[in-house]
RNA sequence: GCGCUUGUAGCUCAACUGGAUAGAGCGCCUGACUUCGGAUCAGGAGGUUCUGGGUUCGACUCCUAGCAGGCGCACCA
């Protein structure tokens, strides 16, 4: 139910009456036309700009058009009580206030779908996100792509597509085998009180690989760990392990669950990086070369090898990259290109990709590589999420891996709490750094929107509590014999812009058009609410604890798409705070 | 040096794929609790949307040239 949507579809309708009379010439494509929302100072309800999209092709003023126009539409449409014509050309409609009446009884009967884009057409989506190394545990600046990334197929889901939730594990490569040798040297200083070497910079430093070391001593008694080349195979698979334990912990505690745990290292071993780079060799994308300095480097320590290359300036790159390493393994760019052929085989309509700020440089090689496999530009989307700015005592918070002074999801969990981070962290357009102010996210107060709009929930909740009827269970209303005032009008026409808000999360994911709007929508039912304050008559119980109709179903759509909305963002909305 | 990205009120940010007199919160000023929950509300002050050009009926939005911040720039994933 999109009244935007049905009210655009009624002025093509006109319009295209109008052109086969032969009154109106059209162009090719009405997708210029719009119906929106008009800003609050004019007393209408919905507006068009079709007179200043057409007033050029008709060599007409956008204004005589909009005069002639609007006649039409108000004589095709009984519930407009009032249109007009404002400058430069726009034509604003007030419905009569039995279409708001209509609207509340649609949405309300069709509760669990509205909001839902029921025209356009299903896909199958791949989101891969997170895929942060299985090194140790998650930390802050892993957060804001993990709540973006869970959110989007969050949105997706609820607009009925398909979606599919990846992490790719990165346990192959380098980092691995020191990360493997990290943990071995806990384990020597557990076993064999050898002081783990702390100057060697290759070696992960961080605490918790000392419960990762006791956790394999207590599980693999029968291991010699006397030799590391002997069971250095086996201890990197144990691990991995260790850490994915770790991280999946994390990823529950932040309500993100994958559907999948895709191993790089099974890749390799499958023989899939040699498959994808044949079938690019192939089709003449590879080839042995040198690559040049960059310009404005220096490059005295710059050595020049013949490697085998991915022509990704071929799709605009500027420089083509690097699939295989010296010695011989591949680089970690070759087995993403796999990988990315892996996704592609499995036949989705779309891949999405969220990167941290930091690999936004790898965006260029990695659809460069795609294009290249799928001969298609639009198959992959990759989603770029900003930095986290930490302010902690009013000054930024600097985190070293090295010195292991930094801030985990755990610690965020439990100082500031899922919700409270999960809509913090989503609040703001992830194409912008974020300020994360940890005194004023912990602080429950009122500056602090997650609990501005659950407190709009709880406020409704109470009141359903002093009727003595169940929030959460259907209502069933007779007769809608009721008309709405103006200040209740403007919380319908709110309401009847949430299947705009879907559809703009959904189709650029973009999630954090939702705390937005329901920041929006509880502001406006915060206002309402206190107008019963100088008003009994707008309190909604009146003396005999009894509800009308009109403000028990209006509460209810309220709550709906509080509750809806709050689902997607994956936060709580309690009934009593 | 190159690429990506951001620049909107004192601060943090919105602005519905180009719409109307650019909106919120914080902070500042003034007010509202014998009351369905004050974690709330009403009102006030606060703007050359970084700058210069261009595209058009119309630009915060698109193009272009700058300026400023952030991120990245070979076998580390």
């Not at 260029?364 to 989307?381: H, Q």
């Not at 000054?395 to 809509?423: C, Q």
């Not at 009008?489 to 937005?516: F, V």
């Not at 689902?567 to 705070?577: A, W």
Request: hydrophobic share 35%.
């Amino acid at each position: 139910m999109n009244i935007f949507e049905q009210f655009l579809d009624k002025i093509k309708e006109t319009l295209l009456d109008l052109s086969k009379k032969g009154d109106l010439i059209l162009p090719d494509t009405l997708n210029g036309i719009t119906a929106e929302m008009p800003p609050s100072k004019f007393d209408s309800d919905i507006s068009t700009n079709v007179a200043m999209v057409l007033s050029k092709i008709n060599k007409k003023t956008p204004i005589d058009l909009a005069n002639t126009l609007s006649e039409k539409i108000k004589k095709k449409d009984k519930l407009i009580e009032e249109i007009s014509v404002v400058k430069p050309g726009f034509i604003n409609i007030k419905f009569k206030k039995i279409f708001w009446t209509n609207f509340i009884k649609e949405i309300t009967q069709k509760s669990k779908s509205f909001g839902i884009n029921t025209k356009e057409n299903k896909k199958n989506f791949l989101i891969e996100f997170v895929s942060a190394n299985p090194t140790g545990p998650l930390h802050v600046g892993h957060c804001r792509g993990a709540i973006l990334g869970d959110v989007i197929a969050n949105v997706l889901l609820f607009n009925k597509h398909k979606v599919t939730k990846e992490y790719y594990v990165n346990d192959y490569g380098n980092q691995i085998i020191n990360f493997t040798k990290s943990v071995y040297f806990r384990i020597r200083e557990i076993s064999f009180k050898e002081p783990f070497p702390n100057d060697n910079e290759d070696l992960y430093p961080g605490d918790y690989l000392i419960d990762f070391a006791n956790n394999i001593i207590n599980y693999n008694k029968d291991l010699d760990f006397k030799n590391f080349e002997k069971i250095s195979e086996k201890l990197t698979v144990l691990a991995i392990e260790e850490a994915l334990k770790l991280i999946k912990k994390n990823l529950m505690s932040l309500g993100i669950n994958h559907d999948n745990f895709i191993s790089e290292k099974k890749l390799v071993k499958n023989q899939e990086v040699e498959k994808v780079i044949n079938f690019l060799q192939k089709n003449n994308f590879v080839y042995k070369g040198k690559i040049k300095a960059p310009a404005g480097e220096d490059d005295d320590n710059w050595v020049e090898r013949e490697q085998l290359l991915f022509k990704s300036t071929d799709f605009g790159d500027d420089k083509d990259r690097a699939l295989q390493k010296s010695d011989g393994a591949w680089t970690y760019f070759a087995s993403d290109v796999a990988y990315h052929k892996n996704k592609l085989d499995r036949k989705f309509d779309k891949l999405i990709n969220i990167l941290g700020a930091d690999h936004a440089g790898y965006i260029k090689r990695i659809s460069s590589s795609v294009e290249a496999l799928s001969n298609s530009k639009d198959k992959l989307v990759c989603k770029v999420s900003q930095l986290v700015k930490l302010i902690k005592d009013k000054k930024p918070f600097k985190m070293s891996k090295r010195k292991g002074d930094y801030i985990t999801v755990d610690d965020l969990i439990n100082e500031v709490g899922k919700d409270a981070t999960r809509f913090i962290m989503l609040n703001r357009s992830s194409d912008v750094e974020l300020d994360f102010d940890f005194d004023n996210v912990i602080e429950k107060s009122k500056d602090n929107p997650l609990y501005y709009v659950q407190y709009c929930y709880a406020r409704i909740a109470s009141v359903f509590r002093h009727i003595e009827k169940d929030l959460k269970s259907e209502i069933k209303i007779d007769k809608y014999d009721f008309e709405y005032s103006q200040d209740e009008i403007n919380i319908l026409k709110k309401i009847s812009e949430w299947p705009k808000c879907i559809d703009a999360s959904s189709n650029k994911l973009e999630p954090h058009r939702i705390p937005t709007y329901l920041y929006e929508l509880a502001s406006l039912f915060h206002s309402y609410w206190n107008l019963g304050k100088d008003n009994p008559d707008k309190r909604f119980i009146n003396d005999q604890k009894k509800i009308t109709n009109d403000k028990l179903i209006l509460l209810k759509a309220i709550s709906n798409v509080i509750k809806s909305g709050m689902d997607i963002v994956g936060v709580s909305v309690p009934e009593k705070m």
